[in-house]
């Protein structure tokens, strides 16, 4: 009868027990902003389509180099890196917070031997005891569900952080990746005019000779080459930027990928016809808007567990021990329980819920402002896309007409027609068309991949 009585007891601690480790979570928090129905950057413009976050959208850029940078920066990127382990710190957290919903066992031991005096009748005596205890706070208020609760959403937070993380990574990856080829072509395109203004000096030092030019001409030629020597050497400055940063960025040392981004490349053209999500999709994928949800989920289950401090702590304990003393020995134990409620504290628990409560409100204040931002962010990215687009279009009219300028000016400067100066000024237009037509081409790539990273793509492998 003692063992099913001991038994029972044993399977409703169990079952107990069990019931109090099953922690519900904060569901999730509705922000009360309103996501629109569609882009406003995208009412008016042809070939925009919706879809679903693309998480490869890299992919789109058909670049096997872009492709096998990616990998390693997933792989070795030490920021990425210190991100996971903020995650593993706050699942430890959790662990933490969680064992409190269980009993604590813990044994004790320790042997002596001596004179006590008085206590061992001033003779020389052996003590040691061995004792087994346990404690365990039933939390029948949920104070330490709550405090579990709060902990499991935090791992949700630090898990969208370390996806924010990675969604800033391959954004800024391509960003640079698109830098450098974009000097690297810049740095071609001044070299190619630097060879064409060095023939009109040559051509010119040759009328100098024959009387048809003059020193004027001769030093105003000079002068154009002297100027575009110039140009290369900050743009080389810049190419070993990109190149040092993507490095970083795989978590190498610099010139650890030179054989691979020193080689010229050149970029595929682009396809004009971007997918994008809803708005209501986006915010749902943001990293940086989950996170901010979650931490405000985070601080509801605080203010939980600043709530429940002021509702009784009820506490069973348990002892059983060995104890030997020359020549006597026992075997002690105990079984209670204890209470504890508060009653006067000046003010200091209360103190705490106000805490908490201001937590949350600016918990929730900050979320509704990453979902503003969030919204801001893809607009603001998506109009310069599209814009961007548009201004391509026009220098890419713009480089033709002046090539063909160039043409024509040094033709007819070789029969007599125009001046050296109308050489010169259709030369430098040529180069200064085909560099903004150039930072165009950059500027459609790296707002691009801005798009996509303001959706929330690259977060889920």
């Not at 904060?26 to 569609?38: K, N, V």
């Not at 705490?352 to 603001?380: C, G, H, S």
Request: with cysteine.
């Amino acid at each position: 009868m003692s063992n099913r009585k001991h038994l029972a007891s044993l399977l409703a601690l169990l079952t107990t027990t069990m019931l109090a480790a099953c922690v519900d979570v904060p569901g999730p928090q509705e922000s009360q902003i309103a996501a629109p129905d569609f882009w406003n950057s995208t009412k008016s413009v042809q070939g925009v389509q919706a879809t679903e976050i693309d998480q490869s959208w890299w992919a789109h850029f058909d670049d096997p180099v872009l492709n096998g940078l990616v990998s390693e920066a997933l792989e070795n990127n030490k920021n990425l890196q210190i991100a996971q382990q903020r995650v593993a710190a706050a699942r430890a957290d959790r662990e933490f917070a969680r064992s409190a919903l269980f009993p604590q066992l813990n044994a004790t031991a320790d042997a002596s031997r001596g004179n006590q005096g008085y206590y061992s009748g001033n003779k020389t005596v052996g003590l040691a005891d061995a004792n087994l205890s346990a404690s365990w706070e039933l939390d029948l208020f949920g104070r330490n569900q709550a405090a579990t609760a709060q902990a499991a959403a935090l791992i949700a937070a630090a898990e969208a952080d370390r996806d924010a993380v990675r969604v800033g990574l391959l954004a800024e990856l391509a960003r640079n990746y698109f830098d450098l080829r974009h000097d690297q072509r810049q740095i071609a395109l001044t070299r190619q005019n630097l060879a064409t203004q060095q023939d009109t000096l040559r051509v010119t030092r040759v009328q100098l000779q024959g009387a048809i030019a003059s020193e004027f001409d001769v030093q105003r030629a000079a002068a154009q080459v002297s100027t575009t020597e110039a140009l290369i050497p900050s743009l080389q400055s810049a190419e070993d930027a990109a190149r040092n940063r993507i490095t970083s960025l795989l978590g190498l040392k610099p010139g650890s990928k030179d054989a691979v981004l020193g080689q010229d490349a050149v970029l595929k053209p682009l396809d004009q016809h971007i997918l994008i999500a809803a708005p209501a999709v986006v915010i749902a994928a943001r990293p940086d808007v989950r996170a901010a949800e979650r931490r405000f989920a985070a601080s509801i289950s605080a203010k939980d567990v600043a709530t429940r401090a002021l509702l009784p702590d009820i506490s069973l304990t348990a002892l059983f021990g060995q104890q030997t003393a020359t020549p006597f020995s026992s075997t002690p134990f105990s079984v209670g329980g204890s209470l504890v409620l508060p009653i006067l504290n000046f003010g200091r628990l209360e103190s705490r819920i106000d805490a908490a409560d201001a937590q949350q409100k600016q918990a929730f204040l900050t979320y509704q402002q990453i979902v503003l931002e969030a919204l801001e962010n893809m607009e603001n990215v998506l109009s310069a896309y599209l814009h961007e687009a548009q201004r391509n279009a026009a220098l890419t009219s713009a480089e033709a007409q002046n090539r063909k300028a160039v043409d024509l000016a040094r033709r007819q400067y070789s029969a007599g027609y125009v001046s050296l100066l109308d050489v010169l000024v259709a030369e430098r237009s040529l180069l200064d068309a085909q560099s903004a037509k150039t930072g165009s081409d950059l500027a459609m790539r790296v707002d691009l991949a801005n798009v996509y990273a303001a959706a929330g793509g690259g977060w889920r492998e």
